[in-house]
T-cell receptor, first 114, second 112 residues
């Protein structure tokens, strides 16, 4: 079956521009996670969605970062006024739900901020 | 704050040798995951360990979990070049919410 998909696979942007990253979770998975992987910080949690509950935004590094999940499926991570330190690989993962926590990861979006 | 530490961070070994990667974590958890990442690729789930004493094996890799010691190990038996990758352990706890906290990764290079 189809796994988690993300788009674009690569994004190069100029400092100060806004970017949107998209994640399509595995069909039927109610939980969706965003992580960031960077050289300096390793793998960091950003935000978590579970069903229709309010998202857990505790990992978002600043108010320039936001995410939404429409219809309990596709999610978009938005970074406003990008900075060079935002350069990283953004990984999306999904799982069946709160108690079945094995997370399956997408291929990631490599963001480069010039 | 949950901390997860892996060691070694880098491991170069000869084919045919055995070695163990260690993953220590700082708070109570009975859910630990091992992932593999090839260069430029995403994370591939290897093992899910859900209870104290859990042991799982797949091919030349075996993972175990000791929740009392807050330690998981990933043992490599008779390494082959195809095992070259970066391996991450990750922990989640109810106290930490629903996210995974990852170790720093162990970059494994297996030389012929």
């Amino acid at each position: 079956g189809a796994g988690v998909s993300q788009s674009p696979s690569n994004k190069v942007t100029e400092k100060g521009k806004d970017v949107e990253l998209r994640c399509d979770p595995i069909s039927g998975h109610t939980a969706l996670y965003w992580y960031r992987q960077s050289l300096g910080q390793g793998l960091e949690f950003l935000i978590y969605f579970q069903g229709n509950s309010a998202p857990d935004k505790s990992g978002l590094p600043s108010d320039r970062f936001s995410a939404e999940r429409t219809g309990g499926s596709v999610s978009t991570l938005t970074i406003q006024r990008t900075q060079q330190e935002d350069s990283a690989v953004y990984l999306c993962a999904s799982s069946l739900g709160y108690r079945k926590k094995e997370q399956f990861f997408g291929p990631g979006t490599r963001l480069t901020v010039l | 704050e949950l901390k997860v530490e892996q060691n070694p961070l880098f491991l170069s070994m000869q084919e045919g040798k055995n070695y163990t990667i260690y993953c220590n974590y700082s708070t109570t958890s009975d859910r630990l995951y091992w992932y593999r990442q090839d260069p430029g690729k995403s994370l591939e789930s290897l093992f899910v360990l859900l209870s104290n004493g859990a042991v799982k094996q797949e091919g030349r890799l075996m993972a175990s979990l000791d929740t009392k010691a807050r330690l998981s190990t990933l043992h490599i038996t008779a390494a082959v070049h195809d095992l070259s990758a970066t391996y991450f352990c990750a922990v989640d706890t109810d106290n930490a919410g629903n996210m995974l906290t990852f170790g720093g990764g162990t970059r494994l290079m297996v030389k012929p």
